[in-house]
């Protein structure tokens, strides 16, 4: 069974830094195709992308509203998946989710969610 841990989370500063990880148990990155996505939810609000990786091609995906702030990346020694998050606002408040679709064949991948950590960027 796939599960991933989140942890990173915290109270910064506006303008500040966080980096965000993902590690993955159950299966390891060199294995199968993966596609880790960040997601978050602010309190009232629908949950959103933030962004992706594909191990397929190294292909990231930034929604507007982080782009130019947050880098995506991963490490498969590691097997765990970074959100770099600089120029922190309060609007990026938030409880930040990763979720990974994989699987050994592209039937069978299912999607797997971690518990979320949470961010709070005071201004």
């Known amino acids: 069974e796939v599960q991933l841990v989140e942890s990173g989370g915290g109270l910064v500063q506006a303008g500040g830094s966080l980096t965000l990880s993902c590690t993955a148990s159950?299966?390891?990155?060199?294995?199968?195709?993966?596609?880790i996505g960040w997601f978050r939810q602010a309190p009232g609000k629908e949950r959103e992308g933030v962004s992706c990786i594909s191990s397929s091609d190294g292909s990231t995906y930034y929604a507007d509203s982080v782009k130019g702030r947050f880098t995506i990346s991963s490490d498969n020694a590691k097997n765990t998946v970074y959100l770099r998050m600089n120029s922190l606002k309060p609007e990026d408040t938030a409880v930040y989710y990763c979720k990974c679709n994989t699987g050994p064949r592209w039937y069978s991948r299912q999607d797997y969610w971690g518990q979320g950590t949470q961010v709070t960027v005071s201004s």
């Open positions: 159950g299966f390891t990155f060199d294995d199968y195709d993966y596609d």
